[in-house]
């Protein structure tokens, strides 16, 4: 019998920045603490019945490559933040969006994480990949994150030097038997790894495309490789399969111009890591998640 809280046949569609198409077989939200309680009968219910588990959050940097999921979809909507001006300690829950909290510390209090500003990803997805602006990193300000172990459903903290932090990478993603429910930031001073002046604002507004994206689609390479350079070199700027495409404005944005379908879009990634490969001996590995069934 089917959990009394999960919900059959949702469309998901608009929970991917692609916009592709696309339903889940059973769908939970966790819009409290008290929501997060349930996950052991989710886990449990999704072990007696063979099905995996896929969780999303706002503004999800995930391309869907399925047009039915056959597992259970949950998504986190944990929002709350706080910031204490006095100590310039930020507190938030891990579905805030981080682009809504730097512009309206940027507004009021602070600019120190100006940089994030039109960042498409939740504090969940930023602490996950380590997001990266300008050479700001989320480590720079990390201190702590409250989690829950989806082994032994402790909840437990994990703070900077447990967090194993590198380029595009922490332990969370390395390990996915963790739930981020919220987090600590210190934003007392600015640490970069590079000294940048560039107005990402400006930046965003008139270098960046707009549309279904989910931004940079593939890692840079190296600090003198970057993936929009090399797939300009192989003449995948304009190259379009049916309404994917890579941007014209920036060429390392993969782009659905709502009619392409997920087969599009994998098939435009395919050619240029194949190009990239052929014509440089560079692999070419996505920033964004694919899902599949």
Known sequence: MILKYLIKDVDITKLSNFKTLAKTKYYFEINSRQDIDRLKDIYNYSKDNNLEILFIWWWTNLLFAFELFNWIVIKNCLKWWNYDNNSKILDTYSSEYISDISKELYNNWQTLWKRFIWLPWSIWWAIYWNAWCFWLEIEN??????????????IITLLKNQMDFAYRKTILKENNNYFIISARF??????????SDIDNIYFREYKQPKGNSCGSFFKNPSKDNSAWKLIEEVWLKWQKIWW??????HANFLMND???NYRDLLEIIELAKNKVKSNYNIDLIPEVRIITN
């Open 258 to 260: 709502w009619t392409a």
């Open 186 to 195: 210190d934003l007392n001073n600015l640490v970069e790894k590079y000294h």
């Open 244 to 249: 994917a495409f890579f941007s014209p404005l």
């Open 141 to 154: 300000n990390f201190l702590s994150v409250e989690l829950i172990d989806l082994k032994t459903w402790k």
